[in-house]
Every structure is written in structure tokens, then in C-alpha cells.
């Protein structure tokens, strides 16, 4: 798909796009959640950036608004190829995929994977690092949820995978629609019940789109692959 071609209101990092995004069968499609980006105040950044110290949107340029896209493309799936070395950031992204398959997919099916799914992240700021999040406003807030519903409008997923119980605790996403209340998804594996919170999203002509909430694959209780991969997969059954 070609992102070019598509002008958002509220979207800062343009989402990452499998080519075959569009030839998934309905019922199929999954738009996966990131938390956020990272910048530090050292490096990475240009000069207004750096003058001004936090993140801006009238500081941003193409390399910030890729972001998103070049993370994928010329990182992770060049890593998966054995053309680039591991960093913790891509182990990040390879946690999440053996949660999801329950085992370590081999460089082909990552690729395969990344070339059928969406990538955002849902923070149109960027942080300075884990776990140093600059101050968010509220009226910021108010235009993540904007932004995503853009994304959800443009792309009609069937799926959501969110990496992020932050923005669930935080109050931070749009709120689900009211015929379809937030619910706990439970499943079970040898014997251990496992739970976590779904949330569902409608917009006006769109199908309403089921998202779980899980830990971010950074954390440590991100990686418990036994866990999430009885979750994911309860979660794809129930629609």
C-alpha cells in the first residue's frame, strides 16, 4: 500500500503497511498497537528539536513522521534477513512474534508476517526512553485518540493486538463502544488460567473491532510466552 497517497489529520508516525495488508481475507486483519518511539535528547534529533527539548510537532520532518515504517523496514526485517545486528529494541519484536506463534518463527515467516499486518504506535510524541516519558497534556491526549480513530477509519482491521497495559490503566484510548462493554478474556493452559482485558472499538461503518491488551514484550511480564500465546490464541476464536 502506498502510504504516500494518504493525507492524515492527526497522525504524526505513519503507520508501517504490509504490502499484503490488502489481500488478507476479511476477518483476518490485524493492526498491531506499539506504545511509543524513543529519541533521545543527545542524539537522533534535530536542531529545533533540540532547542526546544521535548518532542513537538512543529519540530517533526519525514525521518520523524517514517519513523514507524523505517523501524520495521530497515530494521527489524533486515535483522530478521541476517543483514543487521540484534539490538535489544529488535529482540523486542521477535518476544512479541514467539508469543504469538508460540514458538520461534524462522527470518521467512517474520517476514511473511510484518508484509501482512499493520504496525502503529499509538504516542504521537516521542520519548526520551523506556520509562522516561515526557509530560503528556491532556489536549495531547485527546489527539492520540484522534489519530488512532483515523488509523482504525483508513485500514478497517478485524483485530487489535495492543502492547501496552499503560494506555489501558491510563484511560488513555478511545473508549470502547457502549454495546460492547470492556470484558476479561480468560483461557487456560496445563491447569494455569490466564486473564486479560479486551476492549472494543466501533466507528461509524466500520465493523466493531475486538483489542486485547497485552504487556509490552520489553517487560518482564511481557515474555512469558506461555501466557500470551494461550491468550492471543483464545482471542482470535472469539470472533
Not at 527539548?53 to 535483522?79: A, Q
Not at 504516542?123 to 491532556?138: L, M, W
Not at 466500520?206 to 506461555?226: L, T
Request: overall charge neutral.
Amino acid at each position: 500500500m502506498n502510504m504516500e497517497n494518504i493525507e492524515y489529520k492527526c497522525v504524526k508516525f505513519r503507520p508501517w503497511v504490509g504490502d499484503n495488508y490488502e489481500q488478507i481475507p476479511q476477518g483476518k486483519k490485524l493492526l498491531i498497537l506499539g506504545d511509543s518511539h524513543y529519541c533521545a535528547k543527545d542524539k537522533n534529533r534535530n536542531d529545533a528539536c533540540r532547542s526546544k527539548g521535548d518532542c513537538s510537532y512543529d519540530c517533526m520532518n519525514e525521518k520523524c513522521y517514517n519513523m514507524t515504517h523505517n523501524l520495521i523496514r530497515d530494521e527489524y526485517l533486515e535483522f530478521r534477513s541476517g543483514r543487521k545486528k540484534s539490538e535489544g529494541y529488535l529482540q523486542t519484536i521477535l518476544t512479541f512474534e514467539k508469543n504469538l506463534f508460540g514458538y520461534t518463527p524462522t527470518p521467512q515467516e517474520s517476514i511473511n508476517f510484518w508484509n501482512s499486518v499493520i504496525f502503529y504506535n499509538y504516542i504521537q510524541h516521542s520519548q526520551y526512553k523506556p520509562r522516561g516519558r515526557r509530560d503528556t497534556k491532556a489536549e495531547e491526549i485527546d489527539d492520540y485518540k484522534e489519530a488512532f480513530k483515523e488509523v482504525l477509519a483508513e485500514y478497517q482491521p478485524d483485530y487489535i493486538i495492543i502492547w501496552s497495559k499503560f494506555l489501558f490503566t491510563r484511560d488513555w484510548l478511545p473508549d470502547g463502544a457502549p454495546e460492547y462493554p470492556d470484558y476479561t478474556l480468560k483461557a487456560e493452559y496445563n491447569g494455569v488460567i490466564y486473564d486479560t482485558p479486551v476492549r472494543t472499538f466501533k466507528l461509524d461503518a466500520v465493523d466493531p473491532i475486538p483489542a486485547i491488551i497485552i504487556q509490552h514484550p520489553c517487560c518482564r511480564w511481557g515474555k512469558d510466552q506461555a501466557k500470551w500465546h494461550t491468550l492471543l490464541k483464545a482471542f482470535f476464536e472469539t470472533k
